[in-house]
């Protein structure tokens, strides 16, 4: 199939019917969609095989922490347009059904793991009516789509792959006002059906990019490794302003007015974790190994490594604050999500660091506006305050390690008083140097000039 890239297309008339439709899986991806869904007018059952996580959001309750998402939620289950259900049975009857199910990475391999995506088209496959449209948007290896699509075929229902472009913090944004959509199909019948669902969005001038399967699938993970490269590649840059005296502050601003490569992910520090880049590169590697590609994707070793060199970079730089002796020592963590706007501790940059000190035998107190329930689960053997100010507590040493808009705001001046060292690592460049040198504190930044 060509290419084509279009928007607009289709009236309000069409719009203002609504389609009925299941999503399954409602972790953080899928309840976005389900809710988002039902605020663009359609009729909308949501699937899960957890009985709590579906209580909880039936009830109105979004059960992980993402900006707006509850007021939306809200609103689809009072307009009667958006319910939950564990029984797949309550799928039947859907035009289309969206997957929207984890892809994590194996346990014993870089790879993606499928488990959760072939249980949700099983699941679907008694309920699928001919005609119906199964649509994935979890983030699969291409040739996934071709595969399901040989499964369902006896059942005369279609497949389609929709792959999802969300930022945690930003989901319901992206989700009602997409950058893009992609719609990967077979035939002209199932497109039309994907333009009926997100006629709102194409009325409103969404690009949306028609192509085949295999070109649908790769968009995601391709996009993925682009932005992990750029990431790397600053921290790179990092390492060697700190060998040259060089400020990675100035240089990352300087690259940025190039409009060839533009400002974004080039904010060096910490690096990326959370459920999405540092998975998808590795199965991104594993599945170019399959196809006899892997050479082509090599590089995306050294962005994994570049990206975990800087966790044990930071740990390093905590040790020498310490006077290279971390036993007894008390540190400071200022956050435990993966990102600002959060509360997701997967992989988390932030956590791997507090834990590789608590290892080393230091007393590490950590907190996160709203991530200290999520982190004390993975990490019990870890302190947790309510305040930066409490987990600041007599800190030999200060981590900032997610840059929430909280610890920015922060007066240095405030925080003095209660540690006993005024030492302070900004492993995400975020903080103002100047307010808390000024301060009396002892300022470290990765890739910064020691004074």
């Not at 009925?20 to 309840?31: C, E, K, P, Q």
């Not at 968009?219 to 400020?247: Q, Y």
Request: net charge negative; proline share 5%; aromatic share 6%.
């Amino acid at each position: 199939m060509s290419l084509s890239a279009t928007s607009g297309g289709t009236t309000s008339a069409t719009r203002l019917r609504g389609v009925r439709m299941s999503v399954v899986g409602t972790g953080y991806l899928g309840a976005t969609h389900a809710a988002c869904m039902a605020e663009l007018g359609h009729d909308v059952v949501g699937i899960d095989t957890d009985p709590a996580k579906v209580a909880a959001l039936a009830s109105g309750t979004v059960p992980f922490w993402e900006p707006g998402l509850d007021e939306v939620l809200q609103r689809g289950l009072a307009t009667g347009r958006l319910r939950f259900s564990t029984d797949p049975a309550d799928a039947a009857g859907a035009r289309v059904h969206f997957v929207c199910v984890g892809t994590p990475q194996r346990a014993e391999s870089p790879a993606a793991d499928l488990t959760q995506v072939h249980g949700a088209v099983d699941a679907l496959i008694p309920v699928l009516d001919a005609g119906a449209l199964l649509v994935g948007k979890s983030t699969v290896p291409v040739g996934t789509a071709a595969g399901i699509a040989e499964r369902v075929s006896a059942t005369g229902a279609h497949v389609a792959w929709n792959p999802e472009f969300l930022r945690e913090g930003h989901a319901v944004e992206d989700t009602l006002r997409p950058d893009r959509l992609v719609f990967g199909v077979r035939d002209a019948a199932d497109e039309a059906v994907l333009r009926e669902v997100y006629a709102a969005l194409l009325d409103a001038g969404t690009p949306l990019l028609v192509t085949d399967f295999a070109t649908a699938e790769l968009v995601k993970v391709a996009a993925n490794a682009f932005l992990a490269t750029k990431i790397s590649f600053i921290n790179a840059m990092a390492e060697v302003c700190e060998a040259t005296g060089g400020d990675i502050v100035t240089l990352s601003a300087a690259l940025g007015m190039d409009p060839r490569i533009g400002p974004q992910f080039l904010r060096a520090g910490l690096g990326f974790g959370g459920g999405c880049l540092p998975k998808d590169i590795r199965a991104f590697m594993a599945r170019a190994g399959e196809l006899g590609v892997d050479e082509a994707l090599m590089f995306l070793r050294d962005i994994d490594d570049i990206n975990i060199r800087r966790r044990q970079h930071t740990v390093d730089l905590a040790l020498e604050a310490m006077g290279g002796e971390a036993s007894g020592r008390r540190v400071a963590v200022w956050g435990a999500a993966f990102k600002p706007d959060s509360d997701d501790v997967r992989d988390s940059p932030a956590l791997h660091v507090a834990a590789a000190l608590h290892t080393a035998g230091a007393i590490v107190t950590v907190h996160d506006p709203r991530a200290v329930d999520n982190a004390r689960r993975l990490f019990p053997q870890l302190e947790y305050a309510d305040s930066p100010l409490d987990a600041a507590r007599d800190a030999d040493v200060v981590l900032l390690l997610t840059e929430w808009a909280d610890y920015r705001d922060l007066d240095p001046a405030t925080i003095t008083p209660v540690v006993r060292q005024a030492s302070l690592i900004d492993a995400r460049n975020a903080l103002d140097v100047d307010r808390w040198r000024e301060a009396g504190w002892t300022y470290r930044a990765l890739g910064r000039p020691v004074s």
